[in-house]
């Protein structure tokens, strides 16, 4: 059996699905680097060499690959900083390690501005109407306001509030969801406003959807369409997150689109693609350059955001139910000729459990919080022994937890999920689900209503009456 070295820039499940993956290989065996932001329990059982670099700073991160790099064959990025800041670049610059992620000057997620101005050249229609404040137009908090309130008037105050930077000041909100009153949304404006240019853009009526598509520079290859619920509590309540959970079908798109839904996104993500590649194609997109979140309104598809990696939780529903060798699809689009990817007819769902802090859960639901339990080990045994028992119906995927002597312990974010996979979303979701339950300690909690029918529905119900069935 043929040897691969591959490094993996590891922070979240995300990349715990990538090295599982590639640890799943039939046709080779598989020796793992890790660069991991913690010390990941699945990462450092799975992997041949594992640092932990806290930041992920790049410098670090290359000093690393080098060490390796007559071991190492390729190398694949999941979390976006590395990626913003030139990881590629820099380890293909100073190593012989071909890298699977966009170049830094294709790190669309670095600036909204920009995503915004590239979809206005190329494909308009997708924008909703925006309005870009700059701080280096105007100094004058007043001004500023008078502007705001000016572009309010214009859009009835349905908008959303973008930072242009990832995770500068207070991120995104939306009228109705984090604010109700103009002097809400103008304190959340300039918590963003502070650290650089702010997008507020009319807030679009519809269903989400994510879009991924693995790229080798020539060819863009669709994977299926996942769908995933970044409201912290059950019912699309409480703040935004990472991502509690998301799930897939089993075929190409999700129970409330239709095949144009399907059609329009890829017609539109390849008028952007071909527009990056030229004729003859673009090496610095390989990867996943295209992580769209589109919304669906019944008349024509919006996209809200683009990313250069891939999707967390979206590529959890992915990765495990992937026919066709992973090591063998990295090593297509490092050569050029990825040109469709087999994938089994399996919906899937993702759940994640979180630290009682996270998303404000402690405070909003205190009595529901086991206190005992806070800062306690969790115990993943019993998860684990349920994937052997299910086998390749189940997976486990530790995120924001570190080992510590021979305990697990989560951290302040998202700290495990669990993947059910089945012939139907409802069988996937209640496998799902008993992972999650089996999961204990931590005081750790999920959301209950990840891929539910009644959420599924509900969905289904909106697009018939928005495309006016």
Known sequence: MEKVGILVVSYSARATAMIDAFKRSQNYHVK?????????????????KHVIIPDLNVEVICRFAKKYQREIDFGIVGPEKPIIQGIRDKIE????????????????????VAQRRLFEKFAPEVNPRFRIFNPKDCSNVEEVRKE?????????????????????????????DHFITRE???????????????????????????????????????LPETRDYKRAFDGDKGPNTGGMGAYKDKGEKLPFMTDGDRQKEIEIVNRIFRQWAGSTGNPSLRGIPFYVAFIHTGKESKILENNSRPGDPEIQAILPVLKDDFVDICYKILDGNLTRIEMEKQAAVVTYKAPPNYGGYVDAFPDKVNKAEIGTPVDLTQAYELAVKYGDKIRIYPASMEKRNSETYALKSRAVCTVGIAETI??????????????????????????????????????????GN
């Open 426 to 467: 409802e069988e996937a979701r209640q496998i799902s689900l008993r992972g999650i339950k089996a999961i204990t300690g931590g005081a750790l909690w999920h959301r209950t209503d990840i891929a539910s029918r009644e959420h599924i529905e509900k969905s289904i119900r909106h697009m018939e009456l928005l495309r």
């Open 32 to 48: 793992i680097y890790v660069a991991d932001k913690q010390a990941n329990p699945f990462n450092m059982e799975k992997a041949e």
């Open 184 to 222: 809400q949304l103008f304190e959340h404006f300039m918590a963003n406003y502070k650290h650089g240019a702010v997008i507020v853009e009319e807030k679009i009526e519809g269903e989400e959807s994510s879009f991924q598509a693995f790229c080798d520079g020539k060819h863009l290859v669709p």
């Open 148 to 176: 705001l309130f000016r572009w309010l008037d214009e859009l009835n105050n349905q908008v959303a509030v973008k930072p242009d930077v990832p995770a500068a000041g207070k991120g995104v909100g939306v009228w109705g």
């Open 93 to 112: 610059s100073e190593t012989d390690i071909p890298m699977i992620c966009p170049t830094k000057e294709f790190a669309i997620e670095a600036s909204k």
